[in-house]
């Protein structure tokens, strides 16, 4: 049985309760019974570009009632990448602690099925550091929800980013405000 976007050995480890519990209808039914689910897992979430700057970064998609410049929604898109960042190296860390791609760091401590980081100066792109906190309900929904400030030319930032890391074809949702206007933007989930 194929198992859409997943790895070696999908029913140990199960975050969206898919494989394991097919396991578990197979060997208790010696049938597998609806496998549905097998079909809709999240698709592993690429970086869209590695950018040095947040020039290089396409923008966020305005929203309505959007007053952010173009400058403001690729900040949004760099910090939206950020706090992305440092959920998917929370899959190869156990120590509670990492350092973002350029700079700065984060602690994470794991309270059940939800992860909490703290990010201070995270660089994702090098002329943006970020700070703040990220809620992650590792396994279904799979709610991420990152609060997070940053100074920028154009001002102050502060966002909350959210997205349903669960979710295939995810968009994270951008609110806050950036050198005091008005920031509502969305993109693809990091």
């Known amino acids: 049985m194929i198992v859409a976007n997943s790895f070696h050995v999908t029913a140990v480890g199960d975050l969206d309760d898919c494989a394991s519990e097919i396991a578990v209808r197979f060997f ?12 809709q897992i999240a698709e592993v979430r690429m970086v869209p570009k590695f950018a040095r700057t947040m020039a290089e970064l396409d923008p966020a998609v305005p929203g309505v009632g959007n007053q952010g410049t173009p400058a403001d929604l690729r900040a949004a898109a760099a910090a939206a990448l950020t706090a992305g960042d440092a959920v998917a190296r929370w899959w190869v860390n156990t120590s509670g602690s990492g350092v973002g791609l ?28 970020v700070s703040g ?6 396994g279904k929904p799979g709610l991420v929800v990152a609060q997070l400030t940053f100074g920028t030319p154009a001002g ?35």
């Open 28 to 39: 208790r039914d010696l049938a597998p019974g609806d496998t549905a689910c097998a079909s």
């Open 102 to 129: 350029r700079g700065g760091h984060f602690q994470y401590i794991d309270t059940g099925n939800v992860t909490k980081f703290t990010l201070d100066q995270c660089r994702w792109a090098g002329d943006l550091a």
């Open 133 to 138: 906190d990220i809620v992650w309900q590792a």
């Open 156 to 190: 102050q930032g502060t966002l909350r980013i959210s997205w349903d890391d669960r979710e295939p074809q995810a968009q994270a949702a951008i609110e806050g405000d950036i050198g005091g206007r008005s920031v509502v933007a969305s993109m693809q989930a990091p």
